[in-house]
């Protein structure tokens, strides 16, 4: 499975990312692996979407990372 997921940060923004590990992916998050997230520990995992298909995978998280996909988050998940 490929995973779209989402994380709040200490400076409670959002992170928006994709793996196909999750798990694994959230405690490299929280070790400071990422530098995206590095400076914004700790993070907590806030909701997933799961992807039989990588590619479908990326095009969400490409979509929720637009103006729109922002719009779609904030009215059903955040």
Known sequence: ???VYLL?????KTYIGCTDD??????????G???ATKSRLPVILIG???FKNRYTAFKFE???????????????LI
């Not at 709040?8 to 409670?12: L, R, T």
């Not at 959230?26 to 070790?31: E, F, L, P, T």
């Not at 490409?62 to 059903?76: D, E, N, Q, T």
């Open 48 to 50: 997933y979407f799961a």
């Open 22 to 31: 999750l798990k694994e992916r959230v405690a490299r998050h929280n070790k």
């Open 33 to 35: 692996n990422i530098s």
């Open 62 to 76: 490409k979509y929720l990372k637009s103006g729109s996909g922002r719009a779609f988050l904030r009215r059903h």
């Open 8 to 12: 709040i940060c200490s400076d409670k």
């Open 1 to 3: 499975m490929h995973y």
